[in-house]
Nanobody, 116 residues
Framework: QVQLVESGGGLVQPGGSLRLSCAASGISISMYHMAWFRQAPGKERELVASTSAFGSRNYVDPVKGRFIISRDNAENTLYLQMNSLKPEDTAVYYC??????????WGQGTQVTVSS
């Protein structure tokens, strides 16, 4: 059984930082394209950052220079370091593991709230 379990969310003031983790079981993330998505209230789920099995990384423009996606294949864990957080970063953040469309798995999400 595949499980992706996100953690690390919470309430933070604008300008603060959080580090999200996504612990995987049942799959080896080294074989998967991994990504973080987020969904704000009333909005569609959107891609935030992704990293390929070969290590390349991509970010959407709103988070470039502030967020860093990384993976530890030995620990089978995906991370998202979020710095200089803004109120518009408030959302539920989801981890995704995808294998060229053949299989795709989601975590349950972790809430990030940026507010003073």
């Amino acid at each position: 059984q595949v499980q992706l379990v996100e953690s690390g969310g919470g309430l933070v003031q604008p300008g603060g930082s959080l580090r999200l983790s996504c612990a995987a079981s049942g799959i080896s993330i080294s074989m998967y394209h991994m990504a973080w998505f987020r969904q704000a209230p009333g909005k569609e789920r959107e891609l935030v950052a992704s990293t390929s099995a070969f290590g390349s990384r991509n970010y959407v423009d709103p988070v470039k220079g502030r967020f860093i996606i990384s993976r530890d294949n030995a620990e089978n864990t995906l991370y998202l370091q979020m710095n200089s957080l803004k109120p518009e970063d408030t959302a539920v953040y989801y981890c995704n593991a995808d294998q060229a469309g053949a299989s795709s798995f989601w975590g349950q999400g972790t809430q990030v709230t940026v507010s003073s």
